[in-house]
């Protein structure tokens, strides 16, 4: 996501009261909302793109159940937050918040505010910056080689290099990040490798000040659209 970019919300119901309230309070969070009428119509939605949040008035309908359980298989790379409304007592499988009817303006604020929450908690554990720097790295065993960095996130880093790498290789390197002042000195474990270059690992060892920088350039450059209300 860019800093003009909102979550995505798709709003499955045919209640029009449930439709105009839910409708205003996605947007006082700048959620960007679609509207379904039907499960089906929302299955031939979700098929094959992202969804950051699934609000689904959940009549006691099998179709209902079937669009949770396809929602994962899905969408392989996003986790989808589910809030489903319910006039029933029974559990919702796969949902992660149940707002039960009848209910009124600050409960489903409240329910909202909490998905809103999981959803940017979601968006930073998984926010993956590019960069394509181009960095000299050091194995453990004092081998210098270079390294292209093609991303960087909060957990760790992707990297392209001729070099053969084994998961479990130590590198050390100086990241420059672009609009950044000052570098970051990154001690890096090799998780996975590919065949043709590609690697991923995770941050071995990375000074607290060089953390606290990192984190606040991703995000700054993985801002999503700030609520009108609600934050």
């Not at 209640?15 to 499960?39: E, F, K, W």
């Not at 298989?73 to 996003?78: A, E, I, R």
């Not at 554990?125 to 000299?136: F, L």
């Not at 990241?175 to 270059?197: C, E, F, H, M, N």
Request: a positive charge; one cysteine or more; proline letters at 3%.
């Amino acid at each position: 996501m860019t800093s003009d970019m909102a979550f995505e919300c798709l709003l499955v119901s045919q209640d029009a009261a449930v439709v105009g309230m839910m409708n205003r309070l996605l947007g006082d969070l700048s959620i960007s909302t679609n509207i379904c009428l039907t499960p089906a119509d929302a299955l031939g939605l979700v098929n094959g793109r992202s969804v950051d949040l699934l609000v689904l008035d959940f009549p006691e309908d099998a179709r209902c159940e079937d669009l949770l359980c396809k929602l994962s298989s899905f969408v392989k790379t996003q986790k989808t937050t589910v809030l489903a409304i319910t006039s029933g007592d029974k559990s919702v499988q796969n949902a992660h918040l149940v707002l039960r009817k009848p209910f009124w303006v600050d409960s489903a604020e409240k329910h909202l505010r909490t998905a809103y929450h999981k959803m940017l908690q979601d968006h930073r554990k998984k926010s993956r910056v590019a960069v394509m720097s181009s960095v000299v790295a050091t194995d453990q065993h004092g081998k210098s080689f270079p390294v292209l960095v093609t991303d960087v996130g909060h957990g760790g880093v992707g990297l392209s290099t001729k070099e053969t790498l084994a998961i479990g290789n130590v590198l050390s390197f100086c990241l420059p990040l672009p609009d950044a002042q000052k570098s970051l000195d990154l001690q890096i474990r090799v998780l996975w490798t590919r065949d043709y270059g590609a690697a991923g690992g995770e941050y071995k060892q990375i000074r607290p000040a060089d953390l606290a920088a990192l984190h606040e350039w991703l995000d700054r450059k993985s801002q999503v659209k700030k609520p009108l209300r609600l934050a």
